[in-house]
């Protein structure tokens, strides 16, 4: 199975070190702070005031004093770094970078579907990966990341269901983790939704003593055979914490790799589906179609043109109540 392709306006060839430098100058001239995902490009990464996981960047983002944020990901991320920073200009480098788990859960479908559980009569909180519209979220008890996710679900109240939106794959893995029995919705990444266990156990085979790195919104069938599980900044610390030289096969977006070889350069890091050693064939199906959006030359444009800009909305008020106290408290 292969990823959708989502059409780009081909760019001309620009000097990534005179982007960079460019980039560097504007975020002065501008007053602003470039924040980027540890799924973005990694030239990107490298210039970014600050880079982390969903959840680091929620809060680096209340941190900052510039008067704009530029922010190097997906359109849901740059909506909540609105809603948590409402006098900053939060811009995005391309509007046209969704997600495809956002997509899976829209409001006026979880609207009906609540009101359809509450007219069972069953008692339940929802609980939406922060891989959701600001618009979702606002009809949320609890917004986690994967990084938090564990902890959110024990301050939920024993006695009420939990209704989980909209990654499946995250809501089962917390189910065992966690002994919550929960209400899943039927939702999935792209990105994780493809890794191929023929493909993960090939790499093993060719790869002996290798360890499998898995983040949680992979399906079960990628969990049962992966050594650790966890979310992007928890497999950040793990290959930290190993001082001996080893590999590791990465089953989640293969920019991921910037950053755990930058933290631990003693190891070898390789994406699943990846280089196999054996035939060298090469497969960049695990590569994020909205996060490549995300270039150097449009965070150079953004920050020039102060646009594309995310718009405050009227239903944000509300989003930002659970956002501020599932994140921030």
């Known amino acids: 199975m292969s990823l959708p392709t989502i059409d780009n306006n081909e760019e001309v060839y620009e000097d990534p070190l005179d982007l960079m430098d460019e980039i560097d100058a504007l975020k002065k001239e501008k007053d602003a702070t470039l924040l980027a995902h540890f799924y973005i490009d990694g030239d990107i990464q490298e210039i970014a005031d600050f880079t982390g996981d969903s959840l680091k960047l929620a809060r680096d983002a209340v941190k900052v004093e510039t008067s704009t944020i530029v922010f190097s990901g997906v359109h849901f ?93 995250l809501g089962r893995y917390l189910q065992e983790v966690s002994g919550r029995n929960m209400i899943l919705w039927p939702g999935s990444c792209m990105v994780h939704e493809i890794f191929s266990v023929q493909d993960l156990l090939r790499a093993k085979k060719n790869n002996p003593g290798s360890i499998v790195l898995a983040h949680p919104e992979c399906p079960h069938r990628i969990l049962e ?62 590569r994020c179609p909205h996060m490549a959006l995300n270039t150097l030359q449009k965070v150079r444009d953004c920050l020039k043109y102060g646009k594309p800009e995310i718009e405050w909305q009227p239903y944000f008020d509300k989003a930002k109540d659970v956002l501020e106290r599932s994140l921030l408290q």
């Open 225 to 286: 055979v992966s050594d650790f599980i966890g979310g992007t900044e928890k497999l950040r610390q793990y290959v930290m914490s190993i001082k001996e030289p080893g590999t590791f096969l990465v089953a989640t977006e293969a920019n991921m790799i910037h950053p755990l070889h930058k933290s631990a350069p003693q190891h070898t890091f390789i994406p699943v589906p990846g280089i196999m050693s054996s035939t060298g064939e090469t497969c960049a199906c695990n």
């Open 77 to 169: 991320m740059a909506e909540s770094t609105k809603i948590l920073s409402p006098e900053k200009k939060v811009l995005l480098p391309d509007l046209n970078a969704g997600c495809s788990l956002a997509d899976s859960c829209q409001y006026g479908d979880l609207l009906q579907f609540q009101e359809k559980l509450r007219a069972e009569g069953r008692d339940f909180e929802t609980v939406a990966y922060i891989n959701t519209t600001a618009k979702v979220k606002s009809l949320c008890d609890w917004i986690v990341t994967s990084g938090n996710a564990r902890e959110i679900i024990d301050r939920v109240p024993k006695d009420k269901e939990i209704l989980f939106v909209p990654d499946q794959h």
